[in-house]
């Protein structure tokens, strides 16, 4: 019996010093899409404007700024209205075209670079070891 645990440990020490599985033991394969996040970033890019905003706001200005005033009151009242118009509808047209979404890198076992996109907040945080699927999600690997 004390021979047998002997011949046992032998055999568990020796697979263990060149690194082989021991037998019955599931061999674990290099995992070529696996890595850790490196960052989480959230980022916000503003909407660019197309001129109708302007358009738009420049003329709900000019109308509303003509109901000020007579003479040359309303006329300095119009312009000021349209050209403030113009500058409030093209801000609301590009506030309105921004685009916000979440950006993980991964750094990969190869030493490559990967970075996914996403528009809700990924459950992912520096240091986790995830794997990339498909080339757009990840999974979180046990560490």
């Known amino acids: 019996m004390r021979s047998m645990f002997i011949i046992a440990a032998t055999l568990a020490f020796c697979a263990a010093a060149i690194g082989q599985p021991l037998p019955g033991t599931p061999a674990t394969e290099p995992c070529a899409t696996c890595g850790v996040?490196?960052?989480?970033?959230?980022?916000?890019?503003?909407?660019?404007?197309?001129?109708?905003?302007?358009i738009a706001g420049g003329v709900v200005g000019g109308v509303l700024g003509h109901q000020i005033g007579s003479g040359r009151?309303?006329?300095?009242a119009t312009i000021l209205g349209a050209g403030a118009g113009a500058y409030a509808?093209?801000?609301?047209?590009?506030?309105?075209?921004?685009?916000?979404?979440?950006?993980?890198?991964?750094?990969?076992?190869?030493g490559s670079k990967q970075s996914i996109t996403s528009g809700a907040k990924p459950a992912f945080?520096?240091?986790?070891?995830?794997?990339?699927?498909?080339?757009?999600r990840l999974a979180l690997l046990a560490n």
């Open 125 to 136: 945080k520096q240091g986790d070891r995830v794997k990339v699927v498909d080339g757009k």
């Open 73 to 76: 009151g309303n006329t300095a």
């Open 37 to 54: 996040v490196e960052s989480v970033r959230y980022v916000e890019k503003k909407g660019e404007g197309s001129g109708a905003g302007l």
């Open 89 to 110: 509808g093209n801000q609301i047209e590009k506030n309105a075209k921004k685009k916000s979404y979440w950006v993980v890198s991964v750094r990969l076992d190869d």
